[in-house]
């Protein structure tokens, strides 16, 4: 079946422009993790989701960012305001459920680039 | 605080075997995940450990000691297509993921 998918694949944008991310998770999937990686780093955790609430928005940096999944399936993340230390990787993850040890899958990302 | 320790690049040859160590301090812990990051793609799963001892898949083996707050991912027979970053991440007590900065492996020929 179709993996965890996400666009767009490149994002430009200016400093203080407003962006939308897509992800598509793994049909089924009831837990989705937005997560941003920089150069050489590992991936940070932002928020994730259960269903269609948000279970933990703990690594959100700040009032700019909100994330949402309306029906419990797509998600969107959004930047408002963007700067450019928002510069970054943005992967979303999918796995079957949370409360477990469950495998994420991560779709291909969104490359940010804030001008 | 919470910390994942690894490091940072490891150069081997083709056909050789090459440890990478990942040590952690977390809150909890429900399990160790390896993750392989190709340059430029999503993080795909290696292995995942939870219990102390030896995992073992085909080329691929990871070891957990969790007295010691240690994990090694062994790679043997090492193929020029191995060249990629891996991940170690710890799943806390709430079940979220705690990553490491990744290791950097270059295979040479």
């Known amino acids: 079946g179709a993996g965890v998918s996400q666009t767009p694949s490149n994002k430009v944008t200016e400093k203080g422009k407003y962006v939308e991310l897509r992800c598509d998770p793994i049909?089924?999937?009831?837990?989705l993790y937005w997560y941003r990686q920089s150069l050489g780093q590992g991936p940070e955790f932002l928020i994730y989701?259960?269903?269609?609430?948000?279970?933990?928005d703990s690594g959100l940096p700040n009032d700019r960012f909100f994330a949402v999944r309306p029906e419990g399936s797509v998600s969107t993340l959004k930047i408002q305001r963007t700067e450019r230390g928002d510069s970054a990787v943005y992967l979303c993850?999918?796995?079957?459920?949370?409360?477990?040890?469950?495998?994420?899958?991560f779709g291909p990302g969104t490359r940010l680039t804030v001008t | 605080g919470q910390n994942i320790d690894q490091p940072t690049e490891m150069t081997a040859t083709e056909g050789a075997i090459v440890q990478i160590n990942c040590t952690y301090q977390?809150?909890?812990?429900?399990?160790l995940f390896w993750y392989q990051q190709h340059a430029g793609e999503a993080p795909t799963f290696l292995s995942y450990?939870?219990l102390d001892g030896l995992e073992e898949k085909g080329r691929f083996s990871s070891f957990l000691s969790r007295s010691k707050g240690y994990s090694y991912l062994l790679l043997k027979e090492l193929q020029m297509k191995d060249s990629a970053s891996y991940l170690c991440?710890?799943?806390?007590?709430?079940?979220?993921?705690?990553w490491g900065a990744g290791t950097k492996l270059i295979i040479k020929p």
């Open positions: 991440a710890v799943m806390d007590s709430n079940y979220q993921l705690i």
């Open positions: 049909s089924g999937h009831t837990a």
């Open positions: 977390t809150s909890g812990f429900n399990g």
């Open positions: 989701f259960q269903g269609t609430g948000a279970a933990d």
């Open positions: 993850a999918s796995s079957f459920s949370t409360g477990g040890p469950y495998e994420q899958y």
């Open positions: 450990n939870v």
